[in-house]
Every structure is written in C-alpha cells, then in structure tokens.
C-alpha cells in the first residue's frame, strides 16, 4: 500500500479509503458478517482511511464505461484508479467496495500507482475511453441520488439513466415512458417536465450539473407527442400479450 501525505494535517493516508456507500447487501439490508470481513480484511492490508455517513448504503456501484477493447489487460476500474493516483495532488481515492476480489485488485494496484507514473501511451488510452465514454453518455450523471428526492416527483437519475441508454433511439425512447412513467410498476410517473425549476437539486448535486437545463432537452427529445404515442401504444401491447399469456395457462 502507498501513502501519501495530507498537506493540511500532516496525516498519512493510505492511496485507496473504503467507501462504505456500497457494502454487500442481503435482502433488505446489508451483509454484516461478509462487510465486517472485507473491511477487516482491507484494514490489514492497509488502508487506513474508511469513510461512511448516515445517508450511506443502498446504492448501485458507479459504472465507468470507457474500455472499448483497448488491448491492455486491466479491468475498467483499475485503469481509473491508476488514472487519478497518477496525479500527485491526489491524497486518498475512495472507492465503494462489496466484492472480494474487488477489494483485493484495488490493493494491489494502490501499492503500485505512484503520481506521474502513467506513460504517454497509457494517458492516450485512456483519453480515448473517456471519449468513447462521453460519445455514449449524454449527462455525467452518476446516479448517486443526492438529488433525490424531488419535490415535484421527478426521478432525475431514472431520467438521466434512461436518456443515456442508446443515445436516443427510439427503443430507448419507449424504455423511457415505459420506466419513468410508472407503466411497469404501477409507480407515480415522474417524467422530467414535471420539474418545477426549483433549484433544489442542484445546490447538492457533486457533479455540478445543471439539472433542470438538462431536464429540458430531455423532455424535448423524450417527451414529443410521437414518443408519448409510441410509449403508450408499446404498454398497450405488453398488456395484451401479458393478459393472453394468462389466459392460456
Ligand atoms: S429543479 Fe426540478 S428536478 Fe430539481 S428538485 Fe426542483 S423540481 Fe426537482
Ligand atoms: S446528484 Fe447529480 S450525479 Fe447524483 S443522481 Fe442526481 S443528477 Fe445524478
């Protein structure tokens, strides 16, 4: 493990904190026995900073889809990780772990990404993920939920995640109305012009995203008469196929 020093305090921190937002989750709750063993076991091997907060537990694990068959036989987080250990003026990197072998790849890699350590043939590849990872991603939306909840019902990472998906095609237009609108689950709708501009989400949002502006070229795109129509006449015909499959058994 490496460490570096917080030039506040002094103190010295290992290079990888265990971010205690994503603990292994069993039923409703979370898996004590196995969060205790990982967070023991990552403790040992090191890591000296575990960071936690009442809101935490209960979310899903940040995706980061930049490595299109770039050849190098590193894992998608391990390439980030070693991206943002290459930069000196990086103290701890805090990473949500619930999986094993996660935390043991991310060990090892913290014992060995020092600052400036990536060659110009790395920081290339990972410049041209990022790319391919924006080309794919309208709105850098992690999908924290710190938005959330809105107050006019909006679900703004549903919104955003549905947005995403397929760069606006017209399936992704359809999973649109069909998930956000509450047609699957039976759930309020909470489509994105129901925003009422309120500025709420976001004074909290990390990625400082300017969530209402956004919200708009989502309803111009996803919400057009042609989209509601097609939304509409899909739920129709999932019901019908639902209810002559009930039918027959
Ligand atoms: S600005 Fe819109 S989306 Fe954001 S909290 Fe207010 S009503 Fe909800
Ligand atoms: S706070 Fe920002 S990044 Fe997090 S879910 Fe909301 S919009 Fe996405």
């Known amino acids: 493990m490496l460490y570096r020093t917080m030039e506040k305090t002094g103190d010295e921190l290992s290079v990888l904190g265990f971010g205690c937002m994503r603990l292994p989750r069993?039923?409703?709750?979370?898996?004590?026995?196995?969060?205790?063993?990982?967070?023991?076991?990552?403790?040992?091997?090191?890591?000296?900073?575990?960071?936690?907060?009442?809101?935490?537990?209960?979310?899903?694990?940040?995706?980061?889809?930049?490595?299109?068959?770039?050849?190098?036989k590193r894992t998608p987080a391990e390439w980030a990780l070693r991206w943002v250990w290459n930069h000196p003026e990086v103290t701890?990197?805090?990473?949500?772990m619930n999986d094993e072998q996660h935390i043991?790849?991310?060990?090892?890699?913290?014992?060995?990404?020092?600052?400036?350590?990536?060659?110009?043939?790395?920081?290339?590849?990972?410049?041209r993920a990022a790319e391919a990872y924006r080309a794919t991603n309208r709105v850098g939306c992690t999908g924290c939920r710190y938005c959330m909840p809105c107050p006019a019902g909006v679900n703004i990472p549903g919104c955003f995640e549905a947005y995403n998906t397929?760069?606006?095609?017209?399936?992704?237009?359809?999973?649109?109305?069909?998930?956000?609108?509450?047609?699957?689950?039976?759930?309020?709708?909470a489509y994105v012009s129901l925003c009422k501009d309120c500025g709420k989400c976001?004074?909290?949002?990390?990625?400082?995203?300017?969530?209402?502006?956004?919200?708009?070229?989502?309803?111009?795109?996803?919400?057009?008469?042609?989209?509601?129509?097609?939304?509409?006449?899909?739920?129709?015909?999932?019901?019908?196929?639902r209810w002559n499959t009930m039918r027959n058994a």
């Open 26 to 72: 069993k039923g409703m709750g979370i898996d004590e026995e196995r969060a205790i063993r990982q967070i023991r076991y990552a403790v040992d091997q090191g890591v000296n900073y575990v960071d936690t907060a009442l809101i935490y537990p209960g979310n899903e694990g940040l995706r980061y889809a930049a490595s299109k068959g770039l050849g190098v």
């Open 92 to 96: 701890v990197v805090l990473s949500g």
């Open 104 to 127: 043991e790849e991310n060990i090892r890699v913290a014992g060995e990404a020092n600052p400036n350590s990536l060659t110009k043939k790395e920081l290339d590849i990972v410049g």
């Open 166 to 189: 397929d760069s606006g095609t017209l399936q992704s237009k359809v999973m649109y109305h069909l998930r956000v609108g509450g047609k699957m689950d039976g759930a309020r709708p």
């Open 202 to 241: 976001v004074k909290v949002c990390p990625q400082h995203l300017p969530i209402p502006e956004v919200l708009r070229e989502v309803a111009r795109d996803y919400e057009t008469l042609g989209a509601r129509v097609i939304g509409g006449a899909t739920v129709y015909a999932l019901r019908l196929m």
